[in-house]
């Protein structure tokens, strides 16, 4: 996405950080600390930016690009734990596990990233109570985002995880028929929804039959959303729109 | 279980407060006044203790019995997040989510807790930076432990899942054969590991015949626990034992 990624460039390291809620309240000279000992990367696909069980030197802010968390298992397998793109940061909670990565880290096609150092958010953790405060409710957002994740994987059949996925990718105000495109290839999707890729071809098709989406390539076009939310949300806490979980 | 419940009456709410990781570095006063707040309750099976969306007024210090985390779907089905006892906070993190419950919480069996009021929690974060280090790393324990929950039910099936299961209920210390006793009812062993009942007998059986363990009703007896293992590790990104997760 080279618009989004120009877009960055002509951001400043410490506006990039001022939009972070990470950094909300907290006073000019801090932000500019980090700002200062920061730098902008674009890396290539394919880039691992940490591994599961590496000590903790940077985290990132990333500004373009998506990038896959995963755990790998010992019979070599890979779990993609979640998928983050623009907005979010990733590895900054390792400062609160020993220094050390819980997930590896990578990306999925080129990305844009803010390399911010783990020792000095470690040290004003320590010392700063309203990056702690700030931190402590980037956690328990995570959190929630997990715990949904559970519940989804737990109640909802692989047609619905699909469903769920495209609807999130939504702009609800769009006259229907609605067109989106997908942000990352299938098997990438399949991964990041727990199923393997025979799966997700059986669930897609299910899912087309069920609510007439129809999807070419990246490209998928939904008639209805009523159709595709009474399908997909009747398995789910949450009523659609669950827009607070991006 | 009667002889857990004794143990713990004799214990002051204060001394029960102090073996938590939320109060360690804590000034004595500080987990003195939260004492001072709290209150012991023994209350039967089938207790609600909260809702999803409940307003929190209380957080739960378990020093018996067991209790189900769940969520609801718009269709009436329950998704069970976590099933947690003894040493577990639980509606803590409320207080970082607008002071809701995102999820609810109702007890399994008789279980006694202290009860400690929300508002006090909230006021002692918003000023006290060692209670916010201290419930950020809890919040970052919950979170690895959230990660590997994702990871298994993505990548091992039913009989690794509940093979997994009883492994972390082993005395690893014991002589083979090992004899264990099942926490709680099979059928929400089934629901915590995310399975219908259908879906769980049948992965029962397969880890039977696949580990030669046998059953009776609470009753397990484990002949081999390398065999065990290395049918349920494989497809873990963690080797045996991974003791760290309770």
Redesign the interface.
């Known amino acids: 996405m080279p618009s989004v990624a120009a877009a960055t460039i002509q951001m400043t390291p410490y506006e990039v950080l001022k939009e972070l809620s990470l950094f909300a309240g907290t006073a000019e000279t801090t932000v500019d600390a980090f700002a200062k000992a920061s730098q902008f990367q674009t890396v290539p696909k394919g880039t691992v930016l940490f591994l ?1 069980d590496d000590e903790s030197e940077w985290f990132y802010v990333l500004t373009a690009g998506w990038v896959k968390l995963f ?5 070599g ?1 890979e ?3 979640d998928m983050v793109t623009r907005g979010h940061i990733i590895g900054d ?1 390792a400062v ?2 020993d220094g050390v990565h ?2 590896g880290a990578a990306t999925v096609e080129e990305t844009t990233f803010l390399r911010v150092p783990s020792s000095l958010l470690k040290a004003t ?2 010392e700063n ?1 309203e990056i ?2 700030a ?3 980037s ?2 957002k ?3 985002r ?6 989804s ?3 909802q059949n692989a047609s619905q995880r699909i469903g769920c996925f495209m609807l999130r990718l939504c702009q609800l105000s769009a006259v229907e028929p609605i067109h989106l495109t997908l942000p990352y290839d299938k098997s990438l999707i399949a991964a990041r929804l ?1 199923m393997k890729s025979e799966t997700f071809s059986r669930a897609l098709n299910k899912l087309r039959s069920e609510t007439n989406i129809t999807i070419k390539g990246a490209n998928v076009e939904i008639p209805s959303i009523d159709i595709l939310s009474h399908y997909v ?5 949450n ?1 659609f729109p669950c827009s607070d979980l991006t």
Do not use: P, W, Y
Not at 71 to 75: A, K
Not at 146 to 151: C, H, L, Y
């Open positions: 599961q755990r790998e298992t010992v019979d397998n779990a993609v734990i909670t609160l596990e819980s997930f953790i320590k109570h702690a405060l931190m402590l409710t956690m328990s995570l959190r929630t997990q715990t949904r994740e559970i519940e994987l737990t109640l727990g949300c009747s398995a789910c806490s009523e």
